[in-house]
Each structure stands twice: as structure tokens, then as C-alpha cells.
């Protein structure tokens, strides 16, 4: 991952954000329970939630044959920014595990062989991950996903038709995974993820979700130091 000074690629290690470590142990424990999981991650600013949850989705279809994974941002500009993460992951992949890739755009990237002619022999993952917008409505329509990435949700003007659009996409089963990760938004079009996460936190009946909350305390970066006499 790229750090935040700027002008260094380090390892992704989850072992030195306590924030993301409580976001992995919450999605692997569904895993292990469920054979699934349906994570809402409720956040403070910058704790690593958007990081990890396309480092999980391209995890997945990276190392795996025949997946489909979407990320959906809020806006274009975020949508760049996740791109560029998804291919820092690629670029950075130890040679051994690091897959072919036939395109690379800002749509997303297809995990498989470039050329066609070498196809048949010398085949590659067919997978894909899609990025897209929030405006994009239709985004998982006509497909199944077997992960997506949902950032930054309370700020969609039409979270209702996305849920329609993808939720259904994602099967409850195959170790699917579907995270929604967003910081406090006071949105006037909507309070949908503001009231999901409250009845999933309620445990009004049953729902395959699960809902963590890391705020500003858990990240390293959030605090300073005390001058003498203050």
C-alpha cells in the first residue's frame, strides 16, 4: 500500500492497525459461522476500513479462478483512488502468485490471459473486478458477484436501488463476502445506512449482518502528543 507521507509502497500488515485487525476478526468469525459474510463497518476518519476491504476483494479474486468482485464508490474521484489501489496490490504481488492481466482500466481489472492466441494453452484466472460509481444503479445487475465492496455508502443519494441492484447479487454462501464501510455523513436525501445500522445493532429479527464500530481512539494517527504543561 501506498503510505499517506506519500512516495513509498509499503506491506499491507493488519498487525499494526488495531482498527483493521477488529474489522478482519469480525469478517473471518462470519466466515468460520456462516460461510458467508455481510459486514457493516461504522468508522471514524482514515482507520484503514476502505484499504482493507479492497485488499480482501482483490485477495479474492486475485488468487482465484472464475470470480466477479464490485467495488462501489461514491464518487468519481474516490472511485480513481481505489483503482489505483488495486493496482498497487497487483504491481506489488510477489512475482510467483501475480496474475495476467487482459485489461486494466478504470472500470476494473480482468484477471486473465492477454493473448488470445496463447489463450487455450496458457489460460488465466477469468476473474474481474468491476468499480463503479454510486450513480451506477445497475452496477450488479446481470451477474453474480461473489464479493463487493460498498465504500463510503452514507453519503449515496440512492442507496435503495443499489441494495436492490446488488444484494441479491451476492449469494449467502461460497464464503461470499459484501462490506459496506462508511464514516458519519448527514445525508438530507436519505438515512438509509444510518437506520440499517441502527436495526442491525437493535437485532430487530434475524439478519445475515454484522455491524462494528471503530472510532478515532483505535488509530495511531488520530492523536499527538502533549507539550509540557498542557
Avoid at 43 to 55: F, V
Avoid at 98 to 122: C, Q, W, Y
Wanted: charged content about 25%; aromatic content about 10%; glycine content about 6%.
Amino acid at each position: 500500500i501506498r503510505t499517506k507521507e506519500g512516495g513509498d509502497v509499503i506491506p499491507f500488515d493488519v498487525r499494526k492497525r488495531v482498527s483493521q485487525q477488529l474489522y478482519l476478526a469480525s469478517t473471518f468469525k462470519q466466515l468460520e459461522d456462516d460461510g458467508f459474510a455481510r459486514q457493516i463497518w461504522f468508522k471514524s476518519r482514515q482507520p484503514g476500513g476502505t484499504t482493507l476491504a479492497s485488499g480482501l476483494v482483490f485477495h479474492k479474486c486475485a488468487l482465484n479462478k472464475n470470480t466477479n468482485a464490485l467495488i462501489v464508490a461514491h464518487d468519481k474521484d474516490t472511485a480513481k483512488e481505489i483503482f489505483v489501489m488495486q493496482q498497487t496490490f497487483h504491481r506489488h504481488m510477489d512475482a510467483a502468485f501475480r496474475p495476467m492481466v487482459k485489461h486494466d482500466t478504470l472500470e476494473g481489472i480482468v484477471f486473465d490471459n492477454p493473448d488470445s492466441k496463447d489463450a487455450l494453452t496458457t489460460s488465466g484466472l477469468n476473474s474481474r473486478i468491476f468499480i463503479a460509481t454510486a450513480k451506477n444503479i445497475h452496477a450488479g445487475v446481470g451477474r453474480t458477484l461473489h464479493a463487493a465492496h460498498l465504500s463510503e455508502v452514507a453519503r449515496y443519494d440512492k442507496p435503495e436501488e443499489l441494495q436492490s441492484a446488488i444484494f441479491d447479487a451476492v449469494p449467502m454462501k461460497y464464503r461470499s463476502l459484501l462490506i459496506m464501510e462508511s464514516a458519519a455523513f448527514y445525508n438530507p436525501m436519505t438515512s438509509w445506512f444510518k437506520t440499517m445500522c441502527e436495526d442491525v445493532r437493535k437485532g430487530k429479527g434475524y439478519t445475515p449482518w454484522r455491524f462494528t464500530f471503530v472510532g478515532a481512539q483505535y488509530d495511531p494517527d488520530a492523536s499527538l502528543p502533549l507539550h509540557e504543561g498542557e
